[in-house]
């Protein structure tokens, strides 16, 4: 075996070695060069571009190549001490390299690069090549590799349009809260309705978390602030909050029914725009929104107690959406005492910052009557979309992750599914059988086939392939299709 070794080891050299055994030969020397005029005179023939120059090669008693280097008066084994050179690019040196990355199980680039070398091979570029070992490793992704990411799209035209406020809108559900009704403690839930273009919310409370409660929140929404075109939300069971029962929120409401009601009241229909489930950070114009509304709320419970009911939780809805709706835009001249009044949303809703105090000045009842005051709020109107598009549009240009385009998920990759309630090593297996295009040709959404195990009756068991619809940022690429 040891014979056969040495064999595979030379035919490997002579391949990518031809012009330093050449020089080494030409020298009759069966150990490491001693004398300073041979190694002047192979360090002047050999090349300074070679991959050996710097290892002071020599040629053994089998005429294999070793590493020379520094540590030739140590006690050590042959191997150790000048180990054999190999090549980076060669089936023989990734048979090896593999064979001891399996040996240390699986472990990181320092111990299989130790494990190498301690078992007597110099691997030019070993740290690149063990590295790109663990890239392929199936068991190295499984246990250490990073989820997908893609290059962060562009934004949708529902956030670039100056059209009046929540015509392009954003919900989600969030809670529950606890009130007080006699002696009795019930839920409620918090629906928020965010406007995508002035970045604006309302809130409404639900009293659970059925299709008929969500009807009566988006009528109340929709007698205030009017008809809505575009209504994203999530189908997923990423909720802020991820309290146990309101896992399946969404997946619970009759979105067809919610449908035939609006049109049955001859309202503008509505329609839903539903992110890929488990895909939070596609709705994060209105996740953000829903973290604002929750320190205020905490502020407010602090102060108030935590004995509510129906009336007071309304009011505190309608407390937080005041103040988040007085926030700044834009934070360039806030500190700034000769720029102008920062820009909120209230500017647009309410022709106020906020809404607490009155307006200043004495205001007579002519003024309702003013034929120019429509002029008044067009300017108005005009003025905070003048604004809207110099102040707050420059800043969403860049982007501040995910900037680079990555390699596109291909149908037939094998990928591990993100489940951030099982420990790693349960995370389900599937195969891509679609990839979804967006329009900058990357891809940020698949549909996976996964396999699932059910008993029958008879307690036999069954197997059977389900699709899923998945981001890529939940998923860990396992095989590539070739």
Known sequence: MRQAELEIVKRVQDTFFKEELLILRSFDSEGPFEANDSVKVRNNTMKKKSSLYKLDPFLDQDGIIRVGGRIRRADLSIDLKH????????????LIMRYFHEKSFHQGRGITTNTIRSHGYWIIGCSSAVSNLLFKCVTCRK???????QKMADLPVDRLETVPPFTYCGVDLFGPW??????????????????????????????????????????????????????????????????????KAMSELDFDRIRQYLLEQNCDFVQFKMNVPSASH??????????????????????????????????????????????????????????????????????????????????MKNDVYSRKRWRRVQFLANEFWSRWRKEFLSNIQSRQKWIAPKRNLSVGDI????????????????????????????????????????????????????????????????????
């Open 83 to 94: 180990p054999i050179i190999l090549p980076r690019h060669s089936h023989v040196t990734e």
């Open 143 to 149: 246990l250490r590799s990073q989820t997908q990411v």
């Open 178 to 247: 606890l009130i007080k009704e006699g002696r009795k403690e019930l839920k409620r839930y918090g629906v928020l309705f965010t406007c995508l273009s002035s970045r604006s919310i309302h809130i409404e409370t639900a009293n659970s978390l059925d299709t008929s409660s969500f009807i009566n929140a988006l009528r109340r929404f929709v007698s205030i602030r009017g008809p809505v075109r575009h209504l994203r939300c999530d189908q997923g069971t990423n909720f802020v909050g991820a309290e146990g029962e309101f896992t």
């Open 282 to 363: 596609m709705g994060g114009v209105w996740e953000r929104q829903i973290r604002s509304v929750r320190n205020i709320l905490s502020t407010l419970l602090c102060q108030l107690g935590t004995q509510l009911d129906d009336e007071s939780l309304r009011t505190l809805m309608s407390e937080a959406t005041a103040i988040v709706n007085s926030r700044p835009l834009t934070l360039e001249n806030l500190n700034d005492p000769l720029s102008v009044e920062p820009l909120t949303p209230n500017h647009l809703l309410t022709m106020k910052s906020k809404v607490f105090l009155p307006p200043p000045g004495n205001f």
């Open 415 to 482: 990928v591990m599914i993100k489940d951030d309630s099982l420990v790693r090593n349960m995370w389900r297996l599937g195969r891509i059988c679609k990839t979804f295009i967006d329009d900058d040709n990357l891809a940020r959404k698949v549909r996976l086939a996964v396999g699932s195990t059910n008993l029958d009756r008879r307690g036999v068991r069954k197997s059977k392939l389900t699709e899923l619809e998945r981001p890529i940022h939940k998923l860990v690429l396992l095989q590539e299709t070739e």
